[in-house]
């Protein structure tokens, strides 16, 4: 497997704006409400590759005893990762590799003999994150030119290699990204595994004086709702979900109006403690050169 890096390769200017800094179209996409309903929209379509599900389904058991803390956590590590020191950052890469290590067994479906940590499943986690969070923000108004859609591809290779992925073989413009998914459509499917994810995704279980007491359910099931709706047309069909031009055009409407909802909460309400703490850490920190 790939070493990670050690805190001994970058100086101490690095460490502190992180492996993108505020200048990057990653701390953008990530910091901007569309994050959310990518992130969602990620989960959905990281099931259809059976073999990754079942990865999933095998070694995740928070995932079935308690899935929030899952969640959590999984939004945790890509908050760190983009906004986080590099100290930081590699703390959560070791422990996330220590997760997957010597973990292996065989997909039913497809008889594929497989590690938790082989390159092309960690790829595949990968580019459905990236492809999910920039469609995403490009559907939901954030300003985004073709020229930063790629550079916000190149700036995720870091992320990709980080975990493990084999640095040749990530997808560094939009267009290497589609041609990838283009190329991977014919393996993937709806297995029961990927049928009981999706459901915790799109109705998760609560306890009931959370959904009495709180807005949590309505709220969760707009994200949800809106995460499967913009799925690739494809694979919506896979999951058996209306795949016509006119769902698009409605679930970019419903994005766009989510957004300009979510930009009229103060930001100090509306961004996570670890971006806000990332931009006080970086106010005064001159921008790092080529």
């Given at each position: 497997m790939i070493p990670t890096p050690s805190v001994k390769d970058f100086t101490p200017e690095e460490d502190l704006l992180g492996f993108f800094g505020p200048d990057s179209v990653s701390w953008r996409i990530h910091s901007d409400p569309a994050f959310s309903v990518g992130g969602i929209r990620a989960l959905l379509l990281q099931a259809l590759h059976p073999?990754?599900?079942d990865g999933v389904?095998?070694?995740?058991?928070?995932?079935a005893t308690d899935p929030w803390a899952r969640l959590t956590r999984t939004a945790e590590y890509v908050a760190t990762l983009t906004f986080g020191t590099r100290r930081d950052a590699l703390r959560q890469v070791r422990r996330v590799r220590g997760l997957h290590r010597d973990k292996s067994a065989v997909e039913e479906t497809t008889g594929r003999h497989y590690r938790v940590d082989d390159a092309d499943l960690l790829l595949w986690v990968h580019n459905c994150e990236v492809?999910?969070?920039?469609?995403?923000?490009?559907?939901?108004?954030?300003?985004?030119?073709d020229a930063?859609?790629?550079?916000?591809?190149e700036e995720q290779v870091v992320a990709a290699v980080l975990v493990g992925c084999e640095e040749t073989d990530v997808p560094r413009t939009v267009a290497e990204l589609d041609a990838y998914f283009a190329g991977v459509r014919a393996r993937l499917a709806v297995t029961p595994a990927a049928r009981s994810a999706s459901r915790f995704v799109l109705l998760p279980p609560m306890p009931g004086w959370v959904?009495?007491?709180t807005p949590a359910r309505p709220a969760w099931s707009t994200l949800?709702?809106?995460?499967?709706?913009?799925?690739?047309?494809?694979?919506?069909?896979l999951y058996g979900l209306p795949g016509f031009a006119v769902t698009d055009a409605a679930a970019t409407a419903g994005l766009r109006a989510f957004r300009q909802t979510a930009l009229a909460v103060p930001a100090r309400v509306r961004e996570s403690p670890i971006v806000r703490a990332a931009r006080e850490r970086v106010a005064g920190a001159e921008p790092l050169t080529a």
């Open positions: 073999v990754a599900m389904h095998r070694f995740s058991t928070a995932f492809e999910s969070l920039l469609s995403t923000a490009r559907r939901a108004g954030v300003p985004l030119t930063e859609a790629d550079r916000y591809v959904q009495l007491l949800a709702s809106l995460g499967a709706a913009t799925l690739p047309g494809w694979a919506r069909r």
